[in-house]
């Protein structure tokens, strides 16, 4: 199996972080819809957006030809290096409309070869202008299939996020990869991360990150697949599928047991913490008026059956070991 090696100094791992990438779950949904035999985890979602008039429409697509094909990778461009856990949409697409028209012409001719989309010529003779177009329907395409779902999507990101960095304190590295995707293996001996199931033909399958760090990405629409970017200008990056991804589309049915004792909207609630959450992801999925839901998690946490940990701005709740005890 193909396999690309990074050489990790000291200071990179100094400098690993995660992030969030709105943008890069929208490329990766309009990949999903063109190629849904392939992704039956997200057959919810699928079943509801398989004729989005960005795939389906009429008319010619610049969008189109550049997300949803080659199908072997995106142009890097499409997808900038997050760096943050809370990165903006529209910073992220201001970013792309930014990218130098080297960069542009470089990944066209990365990705696609000598098979470039007649539809794409132009981009390379004005990739400012064309970049603007197709930014313009990708918004689009945002608010009609994702922006709905935002909310919970991002909640189980960070919650992902919050996971891997305790068990990056906790374990160590070498840990902590492993537990990310099967086709990373890290030796923290020599300081190699192994990415196993690259496309074939790769050049470079060695190559050194430099002390530029490396970005951790969870990702819903990933799934099941590791994809990664170490090309300058940006920051080495790693998109891996989310932790709990089959639960994203799933209705909380609440725990019929629990709730004689506990109240049926803080047994609910409880039942949904099988993932962490915030507050807003959990009115969001059960229903409930935010200040409720704030209200029964203030007292399951006196009850010791959940606890706050804060993400950044973000505070979300998990079970306690105490809340987990409940389900054994």
Known sequence: MPTLTLSLSTADLSRLRWAV??????LASIRTLARPARHAIHMPWLSDHRDDPLL????????????????????????????????????????????PA?????????????????????????????????????????????????PRIRALLESDIHYRARS????????????????????????????????????????????????????????????????EPWVPVIRYPVRGIGTLWESPAGNADLAPAL???????????????????????TGLAPGGVSAHLHKLARAGLVAPHRT???VLYARTARGEALYH
């Open 168 to 231: 990056l304190t906790e374990r160590g590295p070498a840990a902590m990869f492993a537990d990310i995707h099967p086709g990373l293996t890290f030796d923290q001996v020599i300081g190699t991360l192994r990415i196993a199931g690259r496309q074939a033909g790769l050049p470079d399958p060695h190559r050194s990150l430099e002390g530029r760090g490396l970005v951790l990405v969870p990702s819903a629409f990933a799934w099941p697949r590791l994809y990664f970017k170490t090309a």
């Open 56 to 99: 389906t429409g009429p008319g010619a697509s610049a969008a189109r030809d550049l997300t949803a094909g080659p199908a072997s990778h995106l142009p890097g461009f499409l997808a900038p290096t997050p760096l943050s856990p809370l990165t903006a949409l529209d910073d992220e697409l201001d970013e792309v409309c930014r990218t």
């Open 102 to 150: 080297d960069v542009v012409r470089r990944d066209l001719a990365a990705a696609f070869g000598g098979d470039l989309p007649g539809r794409l010529a132009p981009m390379l003779r004005a990739p400012r202008r064309e970049l603007e177009a197709v930014v313009t329907d990708l918004r689009q395409y945002w608010q009609r299939t994702l922006a709905p779902n935002w």
């Open 263 to 285: 109240g049926a909207t803080r047994a609910m609630l409880l039942d949904v913490l099988e993932t962490p959450a915030g507050t807003l992801e959990l009115a969001h999925r």
């Open 21 to 26: 990438s709105p943008a890069w779950e929208l």
């Open 312 to 314: 950044g701005r973000i």
